[in-house]
T-cell receptor, first 111, second 121 residues
């Protein structure tokens, strides 16, 4: 069975700080990896996804993630966060058909 | 383009009462999902439909939960009777999956609705 582990449940940063949210997964086969974001009061939205090819994936709003197969990791990064990045971030892995989510990381960015 | 629509957005009921949630997926999406999201957790799959067929309902508590997707478009999720522990957000998502099973699941994005927040008193 596949599983996802997100390292931090809560992260607090000041504006302009750099962000890295950890995500590790377990699955024996080929995977597709996703980061979803949920802004306060809004529904889940896709931030970025990895299917194949370049392991460094760029998403919306300046976010990127790097797939490191040997470490089973797919960490999310942003060089300089903004107050508007305050949200909950979910890493997800998809094996053959089922999308499995991590528990989420709540990011609070203070102005 | 309209997104995934869910109703109601909020529902408060007493335990042992029945409750139903409705989902209208994105037009043309053949695959529909119901997820359960508890506070502080990520969404967990309850059931997945490909057109009218429930292809994965292994996580659906069948003693009290039921779902249907008549005509392969809208779907309803029902709980009868509701228990205190059912309080959560119920999310619906949809995607367009291709015919080729070997590759289709790898290339399609799930779009989520706003969810229904259920409170059982």
């Amino acid at each position: 069975a596949q599983s996802v582990s997100q390292h931090n449940h809560h992260v607090i940063l000041s504006e302009a700080a750099s962000l890295e949210l950890g995500c590790n997964y377990s699955y024996g086969g080929t995977v597709n990896l996703f980061w979803y974001v949920q802004y306060p009061g809004q529904h889940l939205q896709l931030l970025l996804k990895y299917f194949s090819g370049d392991p460094l994936v760029k998403g919306i709003k300046g976010f990127e993630a790097e797939f490191i197969k040997s470490k089973f990791s797919f960490n999310l990064r942003k060089p300089s966060v903004q107050w508007s990045d305050t949200a909950e971030y979910f890493c997800a892995v998809k094996g053959y058909s089922t999308l499995t989510f991590g528990k989420g990381t709540m990011l609070l960015v203070s102005p | 383009e309209a997104g995934v629509v869910q109703s109601p957005r909020y529902k408060i009921i007493e335990k042992k009462q029945p409750v139903a949630f409705w989902c209208n997926p994105i037009s043309g999406h053949n695959t529909l999902y119901w997820y359960l999201q508890n506070l502080g957790q990520g969404p967990e799959l309850l059931i997945r439909y490909e057109n009218e067929e429930a292809v994965d309902d292994s996580q659906l508590p069948k003693d009290r939960f039921s779902a249907e997707r008549l005509k392969g478009v809208d779907s309803t999720l029902k709980i009868q009777p509701a228990e205190l522990g059912d309080s959560a957000v119920y999310l619906c998502a949809s995607s367009l999956e291709g015919r080729d099973r070997e590759y289709s699941s790898s290339y399609n994005e799930q779009f989520f609705g706003p969810g229904t927040r259920l409170t059982v008193l």
